[in-house]
């Protein structure tokens, strides 16, 4: 069965310094990947998404970039947070352009 | 932009009642999603529904589309503490986009 990972769990960083999140993928190959970020209380914002390795596209232009250097695994970077870039980070996986399934999320406090 | 909105924002109910949740999007669809969000958790898939599709069950969940008012609903059943969550559509498709949710709250 298939299985996504994401770490850390939770995150504490002051404003200015850099991210690393990283999501895997187990039990399948070539998967579609995504990340998204959700505010307090609010939807999911479609961050990236990569339908192949070194193919990333973004949906909306910010402090952060993705990249995807093996097939299953996906990682969200920032050089310098900002405060507004806290959130819970979510990490999800499809088979193809339909259902999603999701990591458990990260989430980021930037102080 | 956000393709899916919810509708109402929160709804709260009694073990055992029914819950509706309705949904509304702007552009046509190939299918479309309902997932269920518990607090702090990442989403889960419920039911997907394609766009040649009117009605969907699933267990105690029943989904509809109306394509030509561009609107969804989903009804849960014989509702349970446990089905406290947000419930969120979307939109199948790599830019796919959620709305705010509705925030179901299932009083034992």
């Known amino acids: 069965s298939q299985t996504i990972h994401q770490w850390p769990a939770t995150l504490v960083q002051p404003v200015g310094s850099p991210l690393s999140l990283e999501c895997t993928v187990e039990?399948?190959?070539?998967?579609?990947l995504y990340w998204y970020r959700q505010a307090a209380g609010r939807g999911l914002q479609l961050l990236f998404y990569s339908v192949g390795i070194g193919q990333i596209s973004s949906e909306v232009p910010q402090n952060l970039s993705a990249s995807r250097p093996q097939d299953r695994q996906f990682i969200l970077s920032s050089k310098k947070l900002l405060l507004s870039d806290s959130g819970f980070y979510l990490c999800?996986?499809?088979?193809?352009?339909?259902?999603?399934?999701f990591g458990p999320g990260t989430r980021l406090l930037v102080l | 932009s956000q393709q899916g909105e919810e509708d109402p924002q929160a709804l709260s109910i009694q073990e055992g009642e029914n819950a509706t949740m309705n949904c509304s999007y702007k552009?046509?669809?190939?299918?479309l999603q309902w997932y269920r969000q518990n607090s702090g958790r990442g989403l889960v898939h419920l039911i997907l529904?394609?766009?040649?599709?009117r009605e969907k069950h699933s267990g105690r969940l029943r989904v509809t589309l109306d394509t030509s008012k561009k609107s969804s609903s989903l009804l849960i059943t014989a509702s349970r503490a446990a089905d406290t969550a947000s419930y969120f559509c979307a939109k199948g498709g790599n830019d796919m986009r959620f709305g705010a949710g509705t925030r179901l709250t299932v009083k034992p």
């Open positions: 999800a996986w499809s088979p193809e352009q339909e259902t999603q399934y």
């Open positions: 529904i394609r766009s040649n599709e």
């Open positions: 039990g399948t190959s070539n998967p579609n």
């Open positions: 552009t046509s669809i190939n299918n």
